[in-house]
């Protein structure tokens, strides 16, 4: 009997097991799914920092969140409508995030009693009536996946682990997913391994089948594609798109790649990723510590390289030294800090906008330098092509602000047109500039204030760059008092010049009368846009803007911040950047701070919002 | 010649460590390697006569000028790029090796040259010193050691005498010192020598040796600090004495100290100084410092104690192994031999992708 179809224009659902059952790569494999049938969508995958923290535990619970629709969205959702919950932790550390009438899925096998006294349960939850208010589906995952391998030679451990294919082959029944790409990925994952490739595909298979003909589930969904915008689309992360970004300024500036980095939660895949990469020149130095991965980029740079180091918190710590030199030689340098929660060691795979004042100022003395942040996980590539650009151009360190939501969220993305791309003329010294053939390695380009650059095997042009403060123009070492203010100045006002080669601050305001604007910076675009579309489709007025560029700020911030009765400024910190708005433009911004390592919700930031337009 | 498992070949009279680097056909002379800049070290100081022998030293190299850079961090010897007319970075305290790595692993066509000091390359920046060494980057490395922090004044360093009264160990300090010799051995080092800053001979044969080394050489240099530390090296100085205890090592030579001593095996893997009248001349030990095994040059690098009884300068350690500067760009040349230079359309559009009209 062919069942009943439902249609739904969005779903969120969140995949929660234990850290070893392998809950991320059943979200991204339902994601790839997802994004090749033509949904939008945005996920939001969550985990914790051991490998394999112990079993059965809270804090071993992994999970991964997709929020998908048949129109644009900009969130993973803020309260899943679907939870696969594959034990009885995964159960209790999601279900307060889940509003009455959710589905739950559960693995009744898991629901033993030492598994469920694991988690302080002392009633089974499935039977004791507190699940009354959801609708509970109970499947024995474990114990169907084993039936399905029965004739199989894996031992019965091995057979259980492919519960997580049964559980995707369920859900992707549900939501009539195509499922070629996942029999494709599983024959190339497991090429040399027949028997694990034949025990996944079968519970996959067995999943879907399960769905399709059991009396428990009488009903599947349909979303359909969503209206995306012409073009060739993938899905990706925020920090493939930041290495695609790297890779792409590397070839538009002709400059060879090459990346210092130390391994870091959240930031590591870019390194993964980059050194896959010699095809393109890039050049990956896996260093003994963060100082030297910035240092060694500083170095290639020197040479003529694009030099970029990758870290988050932690490790920009302990870089602000070299960025410093880098400051103070005015060589190209791409920082990208991929933040996560803090201070000291924090919460590593949690994630935070916690970093901005540390790179504005986290330095000794004057020293400044360009800050950008990307507003999702596609707008890495961009931020990452125009953190180089700006390097190159200016001679200067440039630090890109990611976080750990960008880094591993992920979405659609519409490809670039290569063509289209900017260009970047690195724009090397070659000739002498100074009186009697001489070279001076500070006299500065009138316009752009960027001092020439002179690569080693340049001859005629042997100059010694350091730390050390320098004559205005011959970059000689210099201890007189006016040429150190002449110098600082200088350099601030390099670094304040390159405003007047940025876009100016758009604003998004429908109504055109909106008197309360929010400001964001970074992977808070999400969340603000969609509460902003809640407040509107209720019939409120409010103003949008988001930063890309932190420092310097577009030449029209003051005058934006000033057209506006109020301005709410939603931040994953204590108030950074409203500090700097406040101490800048004197603006009494209103800041909306909430620091529990996961990004906002949309329904809370659209209620801030309500409420401020509703003062007076 | 010795084996070289890199497979680097070098011509008559052609320096191995820089066979990627242009050749020229100008005649340097050490002028040419002067800059502008007035030296300013203390009337005395070491630094000048190995900043002399080095300017001396640059024409032999037979490389343009302009493919020579000098990298220090901070400390007095670090001043060194200043005052030579060769591309330049005078970095941050300790840091030297990181900035010279990145430079040498993306330039095979430089010749990299790292000034260090005890404190800058020892104290501060030992972590970075001892990876370059192992991973075998193509730059040379020479750490002045002048056993005293010179630049803040005169505290001890991490090769100062135990005991000793400084600014800031009034009561004497607690620290056991390195031997930078044998932690460079420790490290993995490939070619690791001992100099003095007085003998610009002996200095200048160390630092050809070291250029001729592909991947990273390690050269120590004592170096005195008239103001802070005056006459350390003294008893290795003084004519009187400096013979009966400089072992002066040389490839294929008995190791003899003065005329009346000389180097045997001795238990445990150690070597022994003894009187060679005692054990007869053909129990001296023949110098090899291409043995594979670091294990004789860490046993003649623990012969300088008791202090200044015997110290050997000298190539320790010189054996060749693959340089991480050539394997790193023979992974790219690799790549793209075997599918082409990367294309950035093909790259991006590489994953699952669909189409919307």
């Given at each position: 009997m062919a069942k009943q179809i439902e249609q739904l224009d969005r779903v969120v659902i969140r995949f929660a097991g234990d850290s070893g059952d392998g809950m991320q790569l059943t979200g991204d494999r339902f994601t790839q799914e997802t994004a090749s049938f033509g949904n939008d969508l945005s996920t939001l995958p969550n985990f914790p920092a051991e490998i394999r923290a112990p079993a059965g535990t809270l804090p071993g619970v992994s999970s991964f969140q997709l929020h998908f629709a048949d129109h644009d969205i900009v969130t993973p959702g803020d309260a899943p409508d679907v939870l696969v919950a594959m034990n009885p932790a995964a159960l209790k550390a999601n279900l307060g995030d889940l509003p009455r009438g959710a589905t739950i899925i559960v693995n009744t096998d898991e629901f033993t009693k030492r598994s469920l006294a694991k988690v302080g349960y002392t009633a089974d939850p499935l039977t004791d009536g507190?699940?009354?208010g959801y609708k509970v589906s109970a499947v024995g995952l474990t114990s169907m996946t084993v039936a399905a391998l029965a004739d199989s030679d894996l031992s019965k451990k091995d057979a259980q682990r492919a519960k997580n294919m049964f559980a995707l082959g369920l859900l992707s029944w549900m939501y009539n997913r195509p499922t070629e790409g996942t029999i494709s990925f599983l024959k190339s994952k497991f090429a040399g391994k027949p028997d694990i490739l034949s025990a996944n595909l079968t519970a996959f298979q067995a999943g879907w089948n399960f769905g399709e003909t059991t009396e428990d589930f009488a009903v599947s969904y349909e979303i359909k594609p969503a209206r995306l915008s012409a073009g060739t689309y993938r899905n990706i992360t925020g920090n493939l798109a930041t290495a695609y970004g790297l890779i792409a300024g590397s070839r538009q500036s002709g400059l060879p790649l090459f990346l210092g980095s130390y391994p870091i939660t959240p930031a590591s895949d870019i390194l993964h990723e980059l050194s896959r990469h010699k095809r393109f020149g890039v050049r990956t130095f896996q260093a003994e510590d963060e100082i030297a991965g910035v240092g060694a980029a500083l170095g290639a740079s020197f040479g003529g390289s694009l030099g970029v180091t990758t870290t988050s918190g932690p490790g920009m710590v302990l870089k602000q030294e070299t960025v410093g030199l880098a400051v103070m030689t005015e060589l190209p340098l791409v920082i990208i800090d991929v933040q996560r929660a803090g201070p000291s060691t924090g919460m590593p795979t949690k994630t935070e906008q916690t970093d901005l004042l540390m790179a504005l100022y986290g330095r000794n003395g004057e020293s400044p330098l360009p800050v950008v942040a990307p507003a999702s996980p596609s707008d890495c590539f961009d931020v990452a092509l125009e953190a180089t650009r700006l390097a190159v151009k200016y001679r200067t360190p440039v630090v890109m602000l990611s976080d750990g939501y960008l880094a591993n969220g992920s979405e659609p993305w519409r490809l670039p047109e290569v063509s289209e791309l900017p260009v970047i003329e690195p724009d090397f010294a070659t000739e002498p500039n100074g009186p009697d053939g001489s070279y001076l390695p500070?006299?500065?380009?009138?316009?752009?204030?960027a001092r020439p650059w002179a690569v080693p095997?340049?001859?005629?042009?042997e100059h010694r760059l350091g730390g050390i403060e320098k004559h205005a123009q011959s970059g000689d070492i210099s201890y007189t008092p006016g040429n150190h203010d002449l110098m600082v100045r200088t350099r601030q006002a390099k670094i304040d010049a390159i405003a007047q080669d940025l876009p100016e601050l758009e604003v998004s305001d429908p109504s055109g009368e909106a008197r309360v604007l929010v400001l964001g910076w970074g992977g808070t675009y999400g969340s603000i846009t969609a509460a902003v579309r809640r407040v509107r489709r209720a019939g409120g007025r409010v103003a949008q803007a988001h930063l890309r560029h932190l420092n310097p700020f577009p030449v029209n911030l003051g005058e934006v911040l000033r057209s506006y009765d109020r301005v709410v400024v939603p931040e994953i910190n204590l108030g950074q950047l409203a500090l700097l708005l406040r101490g800048r433009f004197l603006v009494d911004v209103i800041g909306y701070n909430k620091v529990r390592g996961l990004p906002f919700k949309a329904e809370e930031l659209a209620g801030v919002l309500q409420e401020v337009i509703d003062r007076d | 010649m010795t084996d070289n498992p890199s497979g680097n070949t070098s011509r008559e009279g052609e320096l191995a460590g820089l066979r990627l680097v242009p050749k020229t056909d100008t005649t340097y002379k050490m002028k040419d390697f002067k800059s502008d800049q007035e030296v300013r070290w203390c009337p005395g100081c070491g630094d000048y006569a190995i900043l002399a022998a080095f300017q001396s030293f640059l024409p032999q190299l037979g490389v343009p000028r302009e493919n020579i850079v000098m990298v220090s961090g901070i400390g007095c010897s670090s001043r060194f790029p200043y005052y030579l007319s060769t591309y330049g970075v005078h970095s941050i305290h300790g840091r030297a090796p990181a900035i010279a790595t990145g430079l040498a692993a993306s330039r095979p066509d430089l010749s990299v040259w790292v000034i260090t000091g005890d404190g800058d390359g020892l104290s501060i920046g030992g972590n970075h010193l001892i990876h370059a060494l192992r991973r075998n980057v193509n730059v040379n490395i020479l750490l002045f050691n002048n056993r005293i922090y010179g630049l803040t004044k005169g505290q001890y360093s991490?090769?100062?005498?135990?005991?000793k009264i400084t600014k800031s160990s009034p009561l004497g300090s607690l620290d056991q010192p390195f031997n930078p010799v044998s932690l460079a051995l420790g490290a993995e080092a490939g070619f690791v020598a001992r100099t003095v800053d007085s003998d610009r001979k002996h200095l200048t044969s160390v630092l050809r040796a070291a250029a001729d080394h592909p991947g990273a050489s390690f050269v120590e240099i004592y170096q005195?600090?008239?103001?802070?530390?005056?006459?350390?090296?003294e008893p290795l100085k003084d004519p009187s004495s400096r013979d009966l205890r400089l072992l002066r090592m040389e490839q294929g030579e008995p190791l003899r100290l003065g005329p009346d001593r000389g180097v045997i095996a001795g238990e445990f893997g150690g070597l022994e100084v003894v009187d060679v009248d005692e054990v007869g001349e053909d129990r001296l030990i023949r110098h090899d410092a291409h043995r594979e095994d670091p294990g004789y040059a860490f046993a003649l690098s623990r012969l300088d104690r008791p202090a200044f009884e015997h110290v050997p300068v000298g190539v320790f350690r010189d054996v060749r192994r693959p340089t991480y500067d050539d394997l790193l760009n023979e992974q790219i040349e690799d790549a793209r031999a075997e599918r082409g230079d990367g294309e950035l359309a093909a790259l991006l559009a590489g994953g699952d992708t669909w189409t919307v009209e």
């Open positions: 507190s699940l009354d500070y006299l500065r380009d009138e316009r752009t204030l095997g340049t001859p005629g042009l | 991490p090769t100062s005498e135990p005991g005195n600090c008239p103001i802070f530390n005056d006459d350390a090296f």
